[in-house]
């Protein structure tokens, strides 16, 4: 069993920068395949970034490519998902995820096992 927990999320003005953390338990943390995964109020939860075990291939969502950059750090067990020039559309709860092994587009999409409970990101105009 896999647990995860996010941190960093906050209110932040359109423009502005937030890095979220989050941390996973497991001595196998650096066979995992991590990622970013975002749920705005009424919609259904979509990838935003995920990135390989050996952080050597990072994947992200069209809406915010060139945006944000997923990163991870083996010893410390600890992904990361820094936001910039964040607009009042990137509000969401944004979840963690874990899969043991590699996945790759389209399976990282869909293929996670394991995930946080989430925190708050929201953007004011």
């Known amino acids: 069993q896999v647990q995860l927990v996010e941190s960093g999320g906050g209110l932040v003005q359109a423009g502005g920068s937030l890095r979220l953390s989050c941390v996973a338990s497991g001595r196998t943390f650096s066979t995992y395949t991590m990622g970013w995964f975002r749920q705005a109020p009424g919609k259904e939860r979509e990838f935003v970034a995920a990135?390989?075990?050996?952080?050597?291939?990072?994947y992200y969502a069209d809406s915010v490519k060139g945006r944000f950059t997923i990163s991870r750090d083996n010893a410390k067990n600890t992904v990361y998902l820094q936001m910039n020039s964040l607009k009042p559309e990137d509000t969401a709860v944004y979840y963690c995820?874990?899969?043991?092994?590699?996945?790759?587009?389209?399976?990282?999409?869909?293929?996670?096992?394991?995930w946080g409970k989430g925190t708050l990101v929201t953007v004011s105009s």
């Open positions: 995820a874990a899969h043991v092994g590699e996945l790759v587009p389209p399976e990282v999409y869909y293929g996670m096992d394991y």
């Open positions: 990135i390989s075990w050996s952080g050597g291939s990072t």
